[in-house]
């Protein structure tokens, strides 16, 4: 009784230790933005040269890069400046100085890729 119960404890501890040995690898992707796909996934779908297909109803046009510098200077006028000038649009923040709604001469910064807009 007790060798038979022995045998039966080590075939079911092998038993645990071959299916735990098992490795499940799974791929997990992670997206900031738009998400691209290697195959059309449905009509409507385009392809962007280098990065694969993107829903085109959902994301609009897709650019690598920023805004342009005129596309900031409008955002700024729109957001209620007046008399925007452009200091410098180069790199991730572009710069303006433009006249607030109080008429006094401020520092305006845009985030070129997000569009993000704050007053220095």
């Known amino acids: 009784?007790?060798?038979?119960?022995?045998?039966?404890?080590?075939?079911?501890i092998s038993a645990l230790a071959m299916a735990s040995g098992a490795d499940?690898?799974?791929r997990v992707?992670?997206?900031?933005g738009v998400p691209f796909y290697d195959y059309q996934v449905g009509p409507g779908w385009r392809y962007y040269d280098g990065y694969g297909?993107?829903?085109?109803?959902?994301?609009?046009?897709?650019?690598?890069r920023g805004m342009s510098?005129?596309?900031a200077r409008r955002l700024v006028d729109r957001s209620g400046y007046?008399?925007?000038?452009?200091?410098?649009?180069s790199g991730r923040t572009y710069t303006f100085r433009a006249l607030n709604?109080?008429?006094?001469l401020v520092t305006v910064y845009v985030n070129s890729r997000t569009g993000g807009l704050w007053r220095g």
């Open 82 to 89: 007046d008399r925007v000038r452009t200091v410098e649009c």
């Open 53 to 64: 297909w993107y829903d085109y109803g959902r994301y609009g046009t897709f650019r690598k």
């Open 24 to 26: 499940a690898r799974a």
């Open 1 to 12: 009784m007790l060798k038979s119960l022995l045998i039966a404890g080590s075939v079911a």
């Open 101 to 104: 709604r109080k008429g006094r």
């Open 29 to 32: 992707g992670i997206y900031f």
């Open 69 to 71: 510098c005129g596309e």
